[in-house]
């Protein structure tokens, strides 16, 4: 019994390792990052940027903290939290923002013509 | 039924038949409790080689690319190319898997608790994921829709108007009546 859960252990853990690298590998190689932190009018977006910056930070420091001390899975300071949460929202607004105001410029073009 | 769903039925129905026989045959408790620990170890080996052999799959799909991921952070749409809300999804996803992951293996168990700051950050990466769709699918349809001055919608695309034709009249053309025989004879007899 004792060789069927070390077994069953192994295998799990060889399995999630290698589909969760294959995937990553996969994605980094064929998928499109092209247009990623532009907006929609294809001018380059600082609330785009401002997001990228923050959340590579927060993915960073939480992948380090987990893997100094692998016992228990850490908490995230709550300032940290808002920040993103801020981040995100400014993200959103400035996306519609981007979105809209381009409708509305659409909209006021047509009726010039 | 597809085949594969047929074979694990097949598979279960034979190990169900299995134990029920060496529940009944005749002996010591012992000797049939050591034959049902051996029918235990024996179904978790098969089970243990079908996960692998599914898993395995994937991987070679994923590998080959009949598992398609180049499209995995592209928007659909008007607005084409990749979507930083996808990105960041899929980020704070993988981050916090793989964070699980390496807890798991250390410890070889789950983390009695998990931190609600983990589950909030989840919760605001998927949200706003959420809204950009809302966004992204109101500022189409109003692209869509393009409005005069009046605030009288105007279709983009009317339909086509229907006609219906005439269906022309066929009249079928009926053969003269064929001339009757002459009767010169008759006539010029005389």
Partial sequence: MHLLFNTARWELILLVSSIGALTIWKLFNSASFAGMLRANDGTLSPARIQMLVLMGFTALQYLLATIHDPSHLHPLPPGLVMAMGGSQLVYLAAKAWSLFGMNRNLGRNSEGK | MRPETRYIIFAAAVLVIIALILGQLPGSDAATHEILNKLKVATGFTLLALVFLFGFAVLMYIASGRIDLSDLLSETGDSKGASMSRFQLLIFT?????????????????????????????????????????????????????????????????????????????????????????????????
């Fill in chain 2, 94 to 190: 993988l981050v916090i898997a793989l964070s699980l992951f390496l807890v798991v293996v250390s410890n070889m168990a789950f983390p009695a608790t998990i931190p609600p700051e983990i589950l909030t950050l989840l919760g605001i990466s998927a949200s706003t994921y959420a809204v950009s769709k809302g966004i992204q699918m109101s500022a189409n349809q109003s692209n869509t829709q393009p409005q005069t001055t009046d605030n009288t919608v105007v279709v983009a695309n009317p339909p086509a108007p229907v006609v219906v034709a005439p269906t022309p009249v066929v009249v079928a053309q009926t053969q003269p009546p064929p001339p009757p025989p002459s009767v010169m004879g008759a006539a010029g007899g005389s």
